[in-house]
């Protein structure tokens, strides 16, 4: 059973409750790639839909996009000093590395796949990743490859851009404020009585 905070004992869940971000965070990273490439933004969708969309007429510029690896640091980093000892809580962090697979489609596929691996390299571009807690990591080698559709070869460049996130939460782990007791080295006994802050 899940406690509050740290003084129920048990186990603790992030405070607030954890919102599920993959759509938003696919949604973020198809604004960069709107932006960046000047693609319609009902050209670049996502790689995988529930219901998949008829797709755009034969010899149109499309894009779709979706994240594939995510690989976390194997050590997250606690902090309890930027939460404030009179609420209690520990803010947890960890970095994550994940690749964002962008497929380009029509006749213009790689010019549309090296617009967005240029455009990352300018610094003004990347502003919104720092602002998110995010950064750009590298992209990889422009792949050419092809589909074939009903009956006709598709088009299709495919590209690999990594980027690098801090994620945040906050766990309800109360701070340690004061105590009193007694202090015995085992062979005498001497009253103490100790505040700590």
Known sequence: ?????????????????????????????????????????????????????????????WCAIGITNSTPDTFAYEDDTNVGAEQGGAEFQRNEVFDLDCSFYGPNDDGFADTLRDGLAVAQNREVLFLNAMGLVGVGERVRGSELIKGRWLRR?????????????????????????????????????????
């Open 157 to 197: 460049a495919d590209l690999t851009v990594t980027f690098r996130r801090q994620i945040r939460r906050t766990y309800q782990v109360l701070s340690f404020l004061s105590s009193a007791g007694a202090v015995s080295d085992g062979t005498h006994s001497s009253p103490f009585e100790a505040a700590a802050e």
């Open 1 to 61: 059973m899940t406690g509050n905070d740290s003084s129920t004992g048990g186990y603790l869940a992030p405070s607030p409750p954890p919102i599920t971000d993959d759509v938003s965070l696919e949604v973020f990273l198809q604004a960069i790639v709107v932006a960046i490439t000047s693609l319609p933004g009902n050209m670049v969708r996502p790689r995988w839909q529930p219901e998949p969309p008829n797709l755009p007429d034969y010899g149109t510029d």
